[in-house]
């Protein structure tokens, strides 16, 4: 779990470069909120697991990545709070939670400030460093302050606040895919840059601490479904790149999909998941009222979980598996088989692997 | 990673590589001294118990037969020691309850000749009295599962063995005297594996050997050539790439032959009959002198062992008195391993007697544990690096949460529990320190009892 947080630091570094102050106290105030709720329910209420595993940095600082810059921290204490309590604790805490808890504090905030959430301020403004993102302060429980104003007073329209996804379904404005991936170029509205994630992502798969099936499949689902519209339809559709680069798609994909607890243990099952929620993500982000689906997919996705390990469990040997093609042997070619020789399998006598079905009815 | 070793071709799917630690690689085997006192605990193999024919008092001499038996799947056992009868009844096991055993005390200065047992021609011998002079050896097999080597060389009625293959893997960790067997006795190995040839009528043998061991596939591949052409058929050394629990007859087959045994059978169902070298080694040199198995080659190693090595040890001699002769002193040792780390069992006492299925004893001293000492166990998150590592193709995670929950039924009949040989891998990955595979022993154990109740 430590190199999780490790690899998601430069993460937040460079997201702390693109956003400036307000960015910096939204990642501190959220995973502090989280660690807190954590300390609480882990001394309280005699959970299992403990603040030295990292988990609950990993929630909260994914979280914030996840959140606009400029969400007022009261808010993202809030959110900080749900995402233990309600998406982990209330299950029994580490390794037994159903849905990925950073993504339950988000639906959680998505539901009841709907307006906060979808705030966006563009990236790399002047004097970043030096002053907060008004919303950033607002009291709690009151309406955070308007940034339209405050962006018009630094020469820039309100449309500069929009991410690329809400441009292009409300305004039907594309960005390049380069810029999205690279999220260098300035007055973008976006989150984390999506190559610096794909590089720590890498890093977390060639160490094995993640499965990279997982991403693998999302990206390659969600890329694969928008191609085939865009090819379907041009006009109507945007580009495969542009949908894979925008949004929360790539954070999804390699830290919040791959959540060990959260997603399947079998291979197969792995493949199955990804495609599932890269599928789900094109479909929201097309077809409903929302710009963005990668959550909701992710959330649908966790919740498909036990019925997709239900139907992937691995087959064990020698129960019909694949052999392997070059062997240093053949068998013999005086080997007769079974079935000629009429030979008896000789059988366990212990553990019969069917349920007898006379017990069940007893 | 996973990629890459099937673009490799690899022997079999998933397992692990645990560091291989084999400090005896290259030390010759060596003999142990006679104990002042052997244990000779009468069950040492699966199989009704053989009955003592010897009483307390009479003298025996090294080899002579001390209890005998008419139980297909039972062996006979034989003096270890010449000396005197001392006591018949309970003393420790090695699985901790105490078992019946003949207690015998040796004879000061007596040689280590085996004086019992008359040489015998076995070169018209057919089948069935290669089998019948394997049973009254009391051989089982010597690479740890400790089956009757005669029931495992007899083959069913309805089917045929083409291939004999030879067990040379020694896939677990530190140890090595297969591996000196195979480099030191190649030519009563050969001879071993003709006898067992001709007891099962197989063709041609096939002796795998782990890719980390070329010295005892060279020391084969020489006295293969110096046996000269073979009525039996032919013998093949061959190299399988390393891997953890390569040992297994299963994995071994996949390695050489690609294919699957299928689940619930044997290696017979494919006309093939699994056999360890160091069984076929010492058949090759106890079959001609028509004597009994009365000592083996144990590792003796470990990071808490001042001379580590193969030692050929007298059946029954007591941990207590090997430990002080390879230099393994009682204050520092903190866990002795019966077997290999992986696989093998943590001594119930220091009094329990070398048997004939244990392979090695570990002894790990407190600093070599420290670093795994105040590990906890964490819930299991889910991480599925047991899946990719169970070279079964099992669900460990799943059957772990099942065992938890002591639903031992559900585990044998949905998630497949009884294809697990406990091989350790998943338990050896484990992040959180979960003891799956010890859960897993006790979940098969119990149902194996209920199974018993049941009929």
Known sequence: MRHVVWSLLPVCAFYVYQYGLSALASLVVVTASCLATERFFVRQGGQSGDIGDYSAVITGLLLALSIPPGFPLWMGAVAGGVAIALGKALFGGIGFNVFNPALVGRAFVQAAFPQAIATYTPSFLPGRFHELIPSSMALPLMQPADVAVWLKAKQLDALAGATPLAKWKFEGILANADELLTSLSGHMAVGPSPALILVCGAYLALRRFMDWRIPAAILGSAGLTAWLLFAFNDVRYPNPFFMMFSGGLILGAMYMATDMATSPVTPKGMWVYGALIGLLTVVIRYYSGLPEGVMYAILLGNAATPLIEKITQPTPFGKGGRGKKSASYPLHPGYISREDAGAVTPKKRFLPNKPKQTERES | ?455
Not at chain 2, 297 to 309: D, L, S
């Open chain 2, 1 to 455: 990673m996973k990629l890459l070793s099937y673009f490799r071709g690899e022997a079999f799917q998933r397992g692990v590589h645990p560091p291989s630690c084999k400090l005896t690689a290259q030390t010759q085997i060596r003999r142990l001294p006679f104990p002042p006192k052997v244990v000779v605990p009468l069950s040492q193999h699966i199989g009704k118990l053989p009955h003592p024919i010897v009483k307390v008092g009479q003298e025996v001499v090294r080899g002579e037969p001390i209890a005998r038996t008419d139980d297909w799947l039972s062996v006979p056992h034989h003096a270890p020691v010449t000396g005197v009868v001392e006591f018949i009844g309970l003393r420790p096991g090695v699985r901790g309850p105490w078992v019946e055993s003949i207690v015998i005390r040796a004879h000061p200065g007596s040689s280590q000749e085996d004086l019992w047992g008359q040489p015998r021609d076995l070169s018209t011998a057919s089948g069935a009295d290669i089998l019948q002079a394997i049973w009254d050896t009391g051989m089982v097999g010597l690479g740890g599962a400790a089956f009757p080597t005669h029931a495992k060389l007899t083959v069913p009625k309805q089917a045929k063995v083409h291939t004999l293959v030879v067990n040379g893997c020694e896939c677990e960790p530190y140890l090595t005297c297969d591996h000196r067997v195979m480099v030191e006795q190649a030519d009563a190995l050969v001879a071993g594996i003709r006898y067992a040839m001709r007891a099962t009528a197989a063709v041609r043998a096939i002796v795998g050997i782990e890719d980390n061991k070329p010295d005892a596939r060279n020391a084969i591949q020489e006295a293969i050539r110096r046996a000269g052409s073979l009525p039996e058929g032919e013998i093949h050394a061959e190299l399988v790439p390393t891997k953890y629990p390569q040992g297994s007859e299963k994995m071994l087959i996949m390695a050489l032959f690609g294919v699957e045994i299928p689940a619930g059978g044997l290696p017979v169902s494919l006309g093939m009959v699994v056999n360890n070298v160091g069984t076929l080694a010492a058949l090759g040199r106890l079959l001609p002198a028509g004597r009994g198995l009365t000592e083996r080659v144990v590792t003796i190693t470990g990071p808490g062992v001042a001379r580590p090595g193969d030692y050929i040890v007298p059946l029954g001699t007591p941990i207590r008195f090997v430990l002080d002769y390879a230099g393994a002193p009682d204050a520092t040792a903190r866990q002795i391993i019966l077997g290999g780390p992986m696989m093998g069992q943590a001594a119930a006492s220091l009094d329990v007697p070398i048997t004939k299925g244990i392979s090695g004893v570990l002894v790990l001293r407190g600093e070599d544990l420290a670093d795994r000492a105040g590990l906890k166990t964490y819930p299991c998150i889910k991480c599925a690096e047991c899946v990719e590592s169970c070279p079964m193709g099992l669900n460990p995670s799943q059957l772990g949460m099942l065992a938890a929950k002591r639903e031992y039924d559900l585990m044998g009949s949905n998630f497949h529990l009884g294809e697990c040989f406990e091989c350790g891998c998943c338990t050896y990955v484990c992040p959180s320190n979960i003891p799956l595979v010890q859960q897993f022993r006790v979940a098969k154990q119990i149902l194996r009892e209920k199974a018993v109740a049941k009929s």
